[in-house]
């Protein structure tokens, strides 16, 4: 089992500032140091939260549980944002990511896009660490809710463009991650629920038909997200995106809505048939 490492650090005092352990192989993984490192000391977590969000931080294989995001207070913040700094564990980050996404404001999207853009050199990610990244940006797509600097990103990552020399690793996807993080910035908007969101995903929908034909799903995603969030509220957003089992009746029910057979009519046009070539 991942055990914290206690560390003193103010002269005179024992504070306890405890990292969770990546393993001898997470520099393998990741392809070097951990994106923008910051002094473990600026924010330690103390012997009670770490005991209290133990169930969060423990959590590496599966995204977590929504009711342990909500045991962290505002006082926990800036030690978690430094931990997700510090930590070069792509999967040891995953429950900071979500957490941070949910409850970070602006540092913790500051956070989330170091996550997203940071260099990871030629390293060849597993499949499960690059989701990470991919869900690095949905949680920034939550945090976009409030922090506009976010939401800017995320619609700057909608262009294939944006993406090329920002993605430097590679992965068992091949030039499918690229698509990837498309899709995700796509939804991002979405999720934000934003009120230009509306605006920008609906303007997606001029896009030329081979942008649609791969990202048609995605625009249609993000509508969904938008209804999700506006009618079952965002709390019922957080538990879909963390466990998205409970929840399959959401889409469903946006099915029936004449908003959703609409959007899901236009999607399914738009993504059949040969891929249409790119324009010049």
């Keep these: 089992m991942r055990a914290f490492l206690a560390i003193v650090l103010v002269a005179g005092a024992a504070i306890a500032v405890y990292l969770l352990m990546g393993g001898g192989d997470a520099e393998d993984r990741n392809g070097g140091d951990a994106p923008g490192p910051g002094p473990a000391a600026e924010a330690p977590l103390d012997a009670e939260a770490l005991k209290r969000l133990n169930p969060l931080l423990s959590v590496t294989a599966t995204r977590p549980l929504l009711e342990h995001v909500n045991r962290v207070k505002d006082s926990d913040l800036p030690g978690l944002i430094a931990l997700a700094k510090k930590e070069p564990s792509l999967k040891h980050k995953r429950p900071l990511v979500w957490t941070l996404g949910i409850k970070g404001g602006e540092p913790g999207a500051e956070a989330l896009k170091d996550v997203v853009e940071h260099d990871y050199g030629a390293a060849e990610l597993s499949i499960a660490d690059e989701d990470v990244i991919f869900e690095s940006l949905q949680a920034l797509g939550l945090a976009a809710a409030r922090d506009k600097k976010a939401y800017e990103f995320a619609l700057k ?3 294939p463009e944006f993406w090329r020399g920002r993605r430097t690793w ?5 030039d499918h991650a690229t698509h990837m993080l498309v899709s995700y910035s796509v939804q991002a908007l ?3 629920g934003r009120p230009e ?3 920008h995903v609906e303007a997606l929908k001029n896009k ?11 625009v249609t995603q993000a509508v969904f997200y938008r209804w999700v969030r506006a009618v079952k509220g965002e709390q019922a957003l957080h538990d879909y995106l963390l466990r998205r ?3 399959r009746t959401f889409w469903f029910d946006w099915q029936r809505t004449a908003e959703g057979q609409q959007w899901y009519r236009w999607a399914s046009e738009m993504t059949s048939g040969p891929v249409p070539p790119k324009p010049d």
């Design 157 to 159: 990552g909608t262009d």
């Design 197 to 199: 969101s509306k605006e």
């Design 190 to 192: 979405g999720l934000s």
């Design 245 to 247: 089992d409970d929840h």
């Design 170 to 174: 590679t992965s068992g996807r091949g």
């Design 208 to 218: 030329d038909a081979h942008y649609l034909h791969a990202w048609a799903g995605d």
